[in-house]
């Protein structure tokens, strides 16, 4: 559980430092580059340690399946909210089958 946690801390950051500048295209991009590299600092803080800690219950595939669902999750919520973008079906479509990824990446066979 600490892993999936820190994972999902670590994905809110990665989030805004790649997509938040998208509300404010006007910024230069140097700086906007620089303030991405700030908070993907604090991103990588978390992500480490998340990966350190959950490596071993899971394996590096699980572990990068875990992230990507986390990332979607995160991505779509910080879309609707903070972007105020529209979360078509097709997207979820799209979403319910990474899910079904995750279904074949942890059924043990």
């Known amino acids: ?20 500048h998208l509300k404010n295209t006007g910024s230069p991009i140097v700086k906007v580059i620089f303030i991405s590299w700030f908070i993907a600092f604090f991103e ?5 340690p998340a990966n350190r800690i ?8 699980q572990l990068k399946t875990i992230q ?14 903070y972007l105020k973008e529209e979360l078509r ?8 089958l990474i899910i079904l990824a995750v279904f074949f990446i942890f059924k043990k066979w």
């Not at 990588?44 to 480490?48: D, K, L």
């Not at 990507?68 to 909210?81: A, P, Q, R």
């Not at 079906?89 to 319910?96: K, P, T």
């Open 54 to 61: 959950g490596y071993g219950v899971y394996n590096a595939y």
């Open 68 to 81: 990507e669902v986390i990332t979607l999750v995160v991505f779509s919520v910080f879309s609707i909210l």
């Open 1 to 20: 559980m600490k892993t999936i946690v820190l994972l999902s801390i670590s994905n809110v950051f990665m989030t805004f430092a790649w997509y938040g």
């Open 89 to 96: 079906w097709n997207y979820l479509v799209g979403f319910a």
């Open 44 to 48: 990588y803080c978390f992500q480490v």
